[in-house]
């Protein structure tokens, strides 16, 4: 792993966007380092966490497993570029795979983690209904809204 060699030593908390290195994975599955949403953290380990990866690329065919966020959750790209959560690539992936967001400054200068860029309450109950809809849970009884939020 590259970027992420060391990875976080605490889980971030739900919502949190943070890079991922899916590095070693084999194609379809993601195969780079991108950017993620923190969707749960495992409640079996203290060393994973439940992720959705966000793509700047619009989907083909647009499903209730995409979702377009409303703004654009990275500091160093503008607030107006489509920011996409594939709600179908669902991944729970070990803590070492996982690093903050880091931007550099235009002259190369030394790298900026951001530890608090999260996606609004809004677009992460999309996700969550993403990701239902992605398993085939969407016939299920939707959880309070309160259990979403965890």
């Known amino acids: 792993m590259k970027e992420n060699a060391v990875g976080l030593k605490f889980l971030p908390?739900?919502?949190?966007?943070?890079?991922?290195?899916?590095?070693?994975?084999?194609?379809?599955?993601?195969?780079?380092?991108?950017?993620?949403?923190?969707?749960?953290?495992?409640?079996?380990?203290?060393?994973?966490?439940?992720?959705?990866?966000?793509?700047?690329?619009?989907?083909?065919?647009?499903?209730?497993?995409?979702?377009?966020l409303n703004r654009n959750p990275h500091p160093d790209e503008s607030p107006m570029l489509e920011v996409w959560a594939k709600c179908d690539m669902v991944y729970t992936v070990s803590l070492a795979r996982v690093n903050f967001y880091r931007t550099r400054s235009r002259r190369g200068g030394r790298a900026v983690y951001h530890s608090t860029l999260s996606v609004s309450r809004d677009d992460y109950l999309a996700i969550q209904r993403g990701v239902r809809y992605a398993l085939g849970l969407e016939d299920l009884p939707a959880p309070h809204r309160e259990e979403l939020l965890l």
């Open 13 to 68: 908390r739900h919502r949190a966007v943070v890079t991922c290195d899916y590095t070693g994975f084999v194609q379809p599955e993601m195969v780079k380092i991108r950017s993620v949403v923190v969707l749960a953290k495992s409640r079996t380990s203290d060393r994973l966490l439940t992720v959705v990866p966000l793509s700047t690329t619009r989907p083909e065919r647009s499903l209730a497993c995409h979702h377009k």
